[in-house]
């Protein structure tokens, strides 16, 4: 098992700014990278890349709706295995709403 997220805010350009990559480490999925975007094109069979406003990201880390919904109504765009990433959208909302209490600004955009 391996595979990457990449995320970045519309809002603040047209392409990634984080990346997170996972592998299968003693038999349980962890993260062994996050930071900068280091993978220049990603593998469509096992990447995602998700995209959203600011404030749509902002949204779904204080729980106001699942990716599941934002991807429906066109609030969070995505590419990748999308069969996968269905079976995947409990962890991925607990993973924002864990994103959405660290605290941070959102008022500047990152540094590409």
Same mark, same amino acid.
């Given at each position: 098992m391996r595979g990457g997220?990449?995320?970045f805010r519309t809002d603040c350009g047209p392409r990634p700014t984080a990346e997170m990559r996972i592998a299968? +480490? =003693?038999d349980k999925a962890m993260c062994v990278y996050g930071g900068k975007v280091e993978t220049a094109q990603p593998d =469509?069979? #096992?990447d995602y890349v998700?995209? #959203?406003t600011t404030a749509r990201w =902002?949204?779904?880390g204080r729980g106001d709706y699942g990716p599941m919904k934002a991807m429906?109504?066109?609030r969070l765009e995505f590419s990748g295995p999308k069969m996968e990433a269905m079976g995947n959208m409990g962890p991925f909302e607990n993973f924002l709403l864990l994103v959405? +209490?660290?605290p941070g600004g959102t008022q500047a955009c990152p540094a590409m």
């Open positions: 997220v990449q995320v299968l +480490k =003693v =469509v069979d #096992a998700m995209s #959203a =902002v949204e779904m429906m109504f066109g959405g +209490k660290v």
